[in-house]
Structure formats: structure tokens, C-alpha cells
């Protein structure tokens, strides 16, 4: 059975409700999937690996037949198929097609006795409990039967590890407006419509577009306006509270894949959609994008990244992972299933990839979110803008929404209060916040502290005597200063030189979220 051949017709929605209802009775949502299969085969699909799957649905029941169908993608007898769905509708809107009689996955006659599924659909847990389904091309579900391993140039893939990351980061706060630039099966679309009054969704390949308004319709959404073209063309002037993006960040030579290679050389297209982000934000409103950038002889990353933000933003930008160009080679020459071509055909791929590296003095390749924030402020040079950039290839606890949002409060903070406001400001220690100590046992003092954080960002710092002491009374009673100078008189310090000192590690406790100011 084919499972990268592009389907030439798509399913139709317009009946999109009575499917869902069919797929819901059955229990076909991913709390149904785990149940069913337990989970070291959930975690195998998840691999692109079906054998444990396979074995799990050998039964008759209606969500047997429907992961068969359509996460599996094996045929299913007619009448399998009817207990399950509305069969003559899915027949007649394109869900499902008649097999050929070799079951391979070419259109038969309407008297096949065996039927399969004409796209991917996995189903979704929404944040707040909502049964979602990702709408994709047969065999493009990271989860699906065939992993994605596809060289068809148009294919559209179903939700991954990136779409997940990005939707956890994203703020989630209400907006009027929202703009998801690249939809593919629409994942970031289907979220905005739970917290934006508009939604518009774009993307280069026609096809994709038709994806995500199945992938709408199918997880019972609202409607988005959908169009096409490339980066912020289809959009004309038109500004945004929120900007999602999942671009085509693969810096490759050429552009084999519309998914993933963004056509432009280097890191081009990244730049592009991050500088051009600014002037399409409304004040206030959030644009958030994954992106990878290029680690260059003779540059800092860091002065690469920085020169993309636009006038007029703050941003925070985390480095997760770095790769050197070969590692970063290998992966998405995988990705494209190219290394299971002709040995002489891989060398020659392989080399283009190492070839453009080089030509671009290319050392390493760096893979991070970056989020832009707009501020009046700061466009009118009322005050310097923030810009974070930082490596942090740490465990995080999604979603990180909430977290965002609170470093560009904090980032607004800091900047209202030169040192003496700060020391009269009264602070919090973060509810997530643990005290470690480390030492020696039996060691009458520890060696040193440390801070951690068991939620967010799940940061840690390191801190002195006079650091530990002021986080462990930080409860909002006390003035910073007051606290100081109770410290100093304790440890027998000059308050006046604590005072002097210290608001530089209180800027950065509270930065890092390991401090709050009090209301």
C-alpha cells in the first residue's frame, strides 16, 4: 500500500460533524488510543514503529477498525467500516476510497469489499481537554504508519514534535486578531481559534490550506481565514495581536521539500519572517516562531540574532540545541528517507549539504524559539528595548505560555526601577522555588546553595550566604533594603556596602523568575 503518493482529491467538510461524532462514539481520541494500546505501543507509534499497534487491534470493535483505518492505514472490510463510520458519506466526501482488490492503495470499484483511508487523521488532546483530530497526508503523522520519510515536494505532515513545542510556548492570552504564517494541517490555527476572535491561516502550498480546514472542521473549531502565498504576501497591511510560526526553517541546499526547506540560502528565510514580523504586530501583541540560525566563523551567534530583531520589539530568544553541520546533515537527509537510496546517490546529497555549509563558512547550526513582543515604548525611544538571547538545552515543563508572558512583565519591571526603587520594593520567593545545599556530610555549612526551580523554565542559580538569606525571607513583608540591612547586622556586614552590592543578584533573581515583586 502507498503511503507517499500525494492524494489527488481531498475529502470534502461539509459533513465534517457527522464524522466526529462517529470517531467520538468510538472513542477515537488519544485518551481512547492509550487505553487501547497501552502504553509501550502508544510510545512505538509514536516511533513511526505499527507491529505492537497492529497486534493491539486485532479484535472487531469500532475503534479497532478506525486506528486501522486511519492511523495504520491498513484496509478494513465494508462491513467493519460501516459499524464504525457513516460509511456512504465518508465514501462520497473522500474520507475513505474502495481498494483495489490487491489492497494496494489505489481506487477500486464501488463493489471492492475492502475500503481504506484517503488521509492521516490522529487524534489530539486539546489543553483544556478538547478532543482534537490533525488532519494530514497518509503516512506524514509523526505517530502515523509510515513516519515521514516522503520525497513528494507538496506533502503535508501532521503534528510533530516542533508543532507541539511551539503551541506550549505560544501566549495564550485573548486576542482580537491572529495570524498562523505556514499553517500545514493547521495545529496552530486550531489552538489560536480557542483564544482569538479571528483567525488567519497561510501557507504556500494550496494544499495545505485544504488540510487545516479539514483539521478545523473535523475537531468541531470555528473557521479561519485561509491563503495563500509566501511569508507576510497573502496578509497585504493587515496587523496582528498574535503571530504563530512553524516556518520551513531546514537550511539545505535548495528546496527539495515545501514542509521544510524555505528556498532562500542560509538562514535567510528566519531572518526574513522574524524582521518582517514587527511592522505586522498591533502594540503589545506577540509573534513566536521556531526557527534555526547558523553558527559562523568569526560571529557570535548571539550578534547574528540580535541583528534580526526589529525596531520597535522586545524579544527573548532560547538557543535549545546545536548541531554541527554533519549531524545536521545526516538528520534531515534521514528526514527525506534519502538514506535509503543508492549509496552513490547519498554521497552526492550528502556532500551538497556539507558543500553549502562551507561555502557559507558554516560551523554549527542552531535549532530555538524566538518571540518578539511589540512595544510603543520602545518604537518611540522612550526606552531600550529587552533583548534576551540565551542557551538553554535544559528540561522545560510545557506549556511555557504563562512563563513568556511573565518574563516580558519582569523585563518591564526592572526597567521602571533604577537600584534605589528596587531596594524599597517589597518581593515574593516564587511558589515553584527549592533551596538546595550542598556540602560535605557532617559539614557544619554548606559549600554552596542553590535555587531550582521545579516548574517554567526549571532554572537553577547558585547563590551566596547573603543571597540564600534574602530568598528564604522574601515573603512581601519586608522592604529588599530592610531585609539587607537585618542581614548585615546578622553576619556582622556593612548594610550600606550590602546595600551597594547586592541589587545586581536581586535583578537577576527576579529576571529569572526566581523572585517576584509584591502587588
Known amino acids: 500500500m502507498s503511503t507517499t503518493s500525494l492524494t489527488s482529491r481531498l475529502p470534502v467538510p461539509a459533513r465534517a460533524a457527522r464524522l466526529r461524532e462517529a470517531l467520538l462514539a468510538a472513542e477515537f481520541t488519544a485518551?481512547?488510543?492509550?487505553?487501547?494500546?497501552?502504553?509501550?505501543?502508544?510510545?512505538?507509534?509514536?516511533?513511526?514503529?505499527?507491529?505492537?499497534?497492529?497486534?493491539?487491534?486485532?479484535g472487531d470493535s469500532s475503534l479497532e477498525t478506525l486506528v486501522r483505518l486511519f492511523l495504520l492505514q491498513r484496509p478494513v472490510s465494508r462491513a467493519r467500516a460501516a459499524a464504525a463510520l457513516p460509511l456512504a458519506e465518508c465514501l462520497e466526501d473522500g474520507w475513505l476510497v474502495p481498494l483495489a482488490e490487491d489492497g494496494d492503495h489505489e481506487p477500486g470499484g464501488q463493489e471492492a469489499q475492502e475500503v481504506g483511508a484517503t488521509v492521516d487523521i490522529r487524534p489530539y488532546g486539546g489543553p483544556d481537554g478538547q478532543d482534537?483530530?490533525?488532519?494530514?497526508?497518509?503516512?506524514?503523522?509523526?505517530?502515523?504508519?509510515?513516519?515521514?520519510?516522503?520525497?513528494d515536494e507538496g506533502v503535508v505532515l501532521?503534528?510533530?514534535?516542533?508543532?507541539?513545542?511551539?503551541?506550549?510556548?505560544?501566549?495564550?492570552?485573548?486576542?482580537?486578531?491572529?495570524?498562523?504564517?505556514?499553517?500545514?494541517?493547521?495545529i496552530q490555527a486550531l489552538h489560536a481559534a480557542q483564544h482569538a476572535t479571528l483567525v488567519t491561516a497561510t501557507d504556500l502550498n494550496p494544499r495545505a490550506l485544504d488540510f487545516t480546514r479539514l483539521t478545523?472542521?473535523?475537531?468541531?473549531?470555528?473557521?479561519?481565514?485561509?491563503?495563500?502565498?509566501?511569508?507576510?504576501?497573502p496578509v497585504d497591511g493587515d496587523t496582528y495581536d498574535l503571530i504563530v510560526s512553524n516556518p520551513p526553517f531546514v537550511i539545505s541546499p535548495g528546496a527539495r521539500l515545501t514542509y521544510r526547506d524555505g528556498g532562500m540560502g542560509g538562514d535567510d528565510l528566519c531572518r526574513t519572517l522574524v524582521q518582517?514580523?514587527?511592522?505586522?504586530?498591533?502594540?503589545?501583541?506577540?509573534?513566536?516562531?521556531?526557527?534555526?540560525?547558523?553558527?559562523?566563523?568569526?560571529?557570535?551567534?548571539?550578534?547574528?540574532l540580535r541583528s534580526w530583531v526589529p525596531r520597535g520589539c522586545d524579544a527573548w530568544i532560547v538557543q535549545r540545541e546545536v548541531q554541527d553541520?554533519?549531524?545536521?546533515?545526516?538528520?534531515?537527509?534521514?528526514?527525506?528517507?534519502?538514506?535509503?537510496?543508492?549509496?552513490?546517490?547519498?554521497?552526492?546529497?550528502?556532500?551538497?549539504?556539507?558543500?553549502?555549509?562551507?561555502?557559507?563558512?558554516?560551523?554549527?547550526?542552531?535549532f530555538g524559539w524566538i518571540t518578539l513582543r511589540k512595544n510603543a515604548a520602545v518604537a518611540s525611544g522612550a526606552v531600550e528595548p529587552s533583548i534576551?538571547?540565551?542557551?538553554?538545552?535544559?528540561?522545560?515543563?510545557?506549556?511555557?505560555?504563562?512563563?513568556?508572558l511573565a518574563h516580558f512583565e519582569r523585563q518591564d519591571y526592572l526597567r521602571s526601577r533604577d537600584d534605589a526603587a528596587l531596594l524599597a520594593d517589597h518581593f515574593t520567593l516564587a511558589p515553584e522555588v527549592m533551596q538546595e545545599q550542598v556540602g560535605l556530610p557532617g559539614a557544619e555549612d554548606p559549600e554552596h546553595v542553590v535555587l531550582r526551580q521545579n516548574r517554567g523554565m526549571r532554572r537553577a542559580t547558585?547563590?551566596?550566604?547573603?543571597?540564600?538569606?534574602?530568598?528564604?525571607?522574601?515573603d512581601g513583608t519586608l522592604s529588599a533594603g530592610r531585609i539587607l540591612d537585618a542581614i548585615g547586622q546578622l553576619m556582622g556586614e556593612d548594610p550600606v556596602l550590602l546595600r551597594d552590592r547586592t541589587p545586581q543578584a536581586i535583578r537577576l533573581l527576579v529576571e529569572e523568575g526566581f523572585l517576584l515583586p509584591s502587588a
Open 276 to 304: 518582517e514580523a514587527g511592522e505586522r504586530l498591533n502594540d503589545g501583541g506577540y509573534a513566536q516562531f521556531l526557527a534555526n540560525w547558523q553558527h559562523v566563523d568569526g560571529e557570535e551567534w548571539q550578534d547574528r
Open 462 to 474: 547558585k547563590v551566596d550566604h547573603v543571597g540564600a538569606g534574602f530568598a528564604g525571607v522574601c
Open 31 to 58: 485518551d481512547g488510543l492509550l487505553e487501547l494500546l497501552g502504553a509501550p505501543a502508544y510510545a512505538a507509534l509514536a516511533r513511526s514503529e505499527t507491529v505492537p499497534a497492529l497486534r493491539a487491534t486485532r
Open 325 to 366: 553541520v554533519t549531524q545536521y546533515a545526516e538528520l534531515w537527509l534521514r528526514d527525506s528517507g534519502d538514506h535509503r537510496s543508492d549509496p552513490a546517490e547519498y554521497a552526492v546529497r550528502y556532500g551538497a549539504w556539507l558543500d553549502e555549509f562551507e561555502a557559507r563558512k558554516t560551523k554549527a547550526v542552531g
Open 216 to 233: 478545523l472542521a473535523l475537531s468541531g473549531a470555528r473557521e479561519a481565514e485561509l491563503l495563500q502565498g509566501s511569508l507576510f504576501e
Open 388 to 404: 534576551v538571547i540565551e542557551e538553554w538545552p535544559h528540561p522545560v515543563e510545557q506549556p511555557l505560555g504563562d512563563t513568556v
Open 132 to 151: 482534537w483530530f490533525i488532519v494530514s497526508d497518509l503516512g506524514c503523522a509523526v505517530g502515523g504508519a509510515g513516519g515521514i520519510g516522503s520525497k
Open 158 to 186: 501532521g503534528v510533530g514534535g516542533a508543532s507541539t513545542t511551539l503551541a506550549g510556548i505560544t501566549v495564550r492570552t485573548p486576542v482580537s486578531s491572529a495570524l498562523d504564517l505556514g499553517t500545514g494541517s493547521g
